[in-house]
């Protein structure tokens, strides 16, 4: 991959990933903390890919679909998750989603339709590449909005 291209992925990635080490510990809500989840498995399966895409581990197509297909999953569940307006003091959810869960909902179902996009098609490096962007997008473009 190219170098600049190589660091637009790279950063994309890590913004996704974000703070996830600190995220957890004492949640009490158990909704919150099922959301919480949910977003690390999301997190869990785009850092399969991202390492690939960076080169620290061998590309492989079938690796690469099935943590796109989990991204997929987890973004389909993404809407149901958060639907009721659950709080926790250690939540990063804004309030905003509850004011535009419609436009939440989108932005869930662009990550799913990307991620599932990418588990259909993914055969060689430069497909992840250029998928993992746009997926990235996708995430920052929600984790822009909606969380702290
Ligand atoms: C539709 C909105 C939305 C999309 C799309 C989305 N996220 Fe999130 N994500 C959130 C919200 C809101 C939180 C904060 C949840 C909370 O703290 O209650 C979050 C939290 C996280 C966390 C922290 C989880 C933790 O341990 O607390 C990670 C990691 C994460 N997202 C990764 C991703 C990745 C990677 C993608 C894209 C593949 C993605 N997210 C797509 C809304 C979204």
Redesign the pocket.
């Known amino acids: 991959m190219q170098k600049a291209k190589k660091r637009i992925v790279v950063f994309l990635?890590a913004a996704?990933?974000?703070?996830?080490a600190l995220?957890?510990g004492g949640v009490k809500n158990a909704a919150?903390m099922a959301?919480?989840?949910a977003?690390?498995s999301?997190?869990d399966?785009?850092k399969v890919m991202g390492t690939m895409a960076k080169g620290k581990t061998d590309f492989n197509a079938a690796t690469a679909r099935a943590a796109a297909a989990d991204?997929a999953r987890f973004?389909a569940q993404?809407?149901a998750l958060?639907k009721a307006p659950e709080d926790?003091p250690?939540?990063?959810?804004?309030p905003a989603?509850w004011e535009r869960f419609e436009d939440?909902?989108t932005?869930?179902q662009?990550?799913e339709r990307l991620?599932h996009g990418l588990a259909q098609t993914v055969e060689t490096k430069a497909d992840l590449d250029a998928g993992l962007m746009l997926?990235?997008a996708?995430?920052k473009?929600?984790?822009k909005e909606?969380?702290?």
């Open positions: 990635v996704c990933l974000g703070s996830v995220a957890h919150v959301r919480m989840e977003m690390k999301i997190g399966a785009m991204v973004a993404t809407p958060f926790d250690k939540t990063e959810a804004l989603i939440f909902t932005k869930a662009e990550t991620a997926l990235g996708s995430c473009a929600c984790h909606y969380r702290k």
